[in-house]
């Protein structure tokens, strides 16, 4: 019996344009019925929130179940991975990481299907964590003249813009108004924890896609609930759980025909109508999504020798003896 193993932020071995790779043969998969999403669950409380999403794929017999807690301090996200015949534990991993190539991947494969071909300016709102990512995702499936910066602090936003610069080779232009960065932005980036709506339904200029990648709980919300009837295409990657905890779809009311997901997207190979005013991408992570991640990065560590050994014993047969 090989033991299961412990893969750490270290042993990464995966790098964005794989990411999407993977991203979009599962969506295919998915589409195909061998890719089965747990839709997530989600407890919050005064100061933070605690998650669970999974997916089993049944061409691989491979099952998955991320889960975390993001508290004010902090967060520490694992997926587990386990056999889907025997039950067999076959590895945790530490996934915050992996979760960041996930978010980004996801949006650079939507933005590659529905922005505009010769879209080459972004408009990034939110500078934390998640968004050097997701500027290079986007920079990966569209060739980019320059990505313009907005956040609410002036300082964090200056040093991010530096950092666009030094890493990913990027013109950058710094705003302090959301609605002067978006004005004549064909791409559009949102990844805020926003509580209040941010984007107005006229702020994004025709023919603009937008990513809607941060408020993942209801309490969040970065745009009007108004923009979404400008919107000829609406994706997400999971109807039930969009309509259940995305705040924006939720105050709008949407009717769930009128989201297509992402595995649809890719199975009918759908690109941007030529009249559309807008399409809008809301990403709230699925199970699936990092399951595709999970199983090369498994996949990787056994064949590459990383990752370390975990020492799980044989449950012991329990006594119920009474006397």
């Known amino acids: 019996m090989t033991a299961p193993i412990w893969i750490g932020e270290k042993d990464l071995a995966l790098d964005l344009s794989q990411a ?7 969506m295919l998969r998915q589409a195909r019925g061998n890719a089965r999403n747990m839709e997530k669950t989600h407890l919050a409380w005064d100061g ?59 949006a650079g494969l939507v933005t590659d299907m529905l922005a505009a071909k010769d879209a080459d300016i972004l408009a990034i709102c939110g500078t934390g964590k998640q968004a050097l990512a ?14 313009r910066v907005y956040g609410r602090n002036a300082v964090r936003r200056e040093a991010f813009a530096k ?45 603009a896609h937008i990513n809607a990648m941060g408020a993942i709980t209801p309490e969040r919300m970065e745009f009007a609930p108004a923009l979404l009837s400008r919107c000829a295409i609406i994706a997400t990657d999971s109807v039930e759980q969009a309509l259940a905890l995305g705040s924006e779809f939720i105050a709008a009311k949407l009717p769930p025909a009128t989201l297509k997901t992402v595995s649809e997207l890719v199975a009918d190979n759908t690109l941007r109508p030529a009249t559309a005013d807008l399409t ?16 090369e990065l498994y996949r990787l560590a056994r064949e590459r020798g ?4 975990l020492p799980i014993p044989a449950p012991a047969p329990l006594s119920f003896r009474t006397n």
């Not at 990383?306 to 050994?309: A, D, P, V």
């Open 306 to 309: 990383l990752g370390r050994e």
């Open 20 to 26: 999407i790779a993977l991203l979009r043969k599962a």
């Open 163 to 207: 950092r666009v610069q030094a890493e990913l080779e990027l013109k950058t232009e710094i705003f302090d108004q959301a609605g002067s960065a978006v004005a004549g932005s064909p791409i559009v980036t949102l990844i805020t924890r926003a509580n209040e709506p941010f984007l107005t339904a006229d702020m994004p200029t025709r023919g």
């Open 134 to 147: 997701q500027v290079a995702a986007v920079s990966l499936v569209r060739k980019l003249r320059a990505v």
């Open 48 to 106: 933070g929130n605690m998650h669970a999403i999974g997916a089993a794929f049944t061409d691989t017999a491979l099952l998955g179940v991320k889960t975390w807690a993001h508290t004010p301090k902090g967060a520490t996200p694992l997926e587990i991975l386990w056999d889907g015949e025997t039950g067999k534990l076959l590895a945790i991993i530490e996934a915050f990481a992996m979760g960041q190539l996930r978010t980004a991947g996801i």
């Open 280 to 295: 809008l991408f809301k990403s709230l992570g699925t199970g699936t999504a990092d399951l595709a991640l999970a199983e």
